[in-house]
């Protein structure tokens, strides 16, 4: 990744969340400049798609048909890959 020097004669990468010590941001997991953030996707997604699974357990234990706890299924796993997709390739990171 090529530095950009400034004015200042400074050179400085164009990752602003950088701490200092070689390309790893403060929150321990290191980004490479174009490459997909897979681990931080999953934390971010992982609570929502435990808890979307956790009401289908739910509901299959209340004694509901099965086929009715299974229809919620595809929603919950279409929006949760749809945001791992969102998270890993930084899609927001631009629009805001």
């Known amino acids: 990744m090529p530095l950009a020097v400034p004015s200042s004669g400074m050179a400085t990468t164009s990752s602003a969340r950088e701490d200092g010590d070689g390309g790893v941001p403060d929150d321990g997991i290191p980004d490479e400049e174009g490459s997909p953030n897979r681990k931080r996707a999953l934390l971010a997604v992982a609570p929502f798609l435990a808890l979307g699974l956790a009401d289908v357990v739910l509901l299959l234990g209340w004694g509901i048909e099965p086929l009715w ?3 919620i299924l595809p929603p919950i796993l279409f929006c949760s890959v749809l945001a791992w997709i969102v998270f ?3 899609f ?4 805001t």
């Open 69 to 71: 706890a299974f229809v």
């Open 88 to 90: 890993s390739t930084d």
């Open 92 to 95: 927001l990171t631009d629009r």
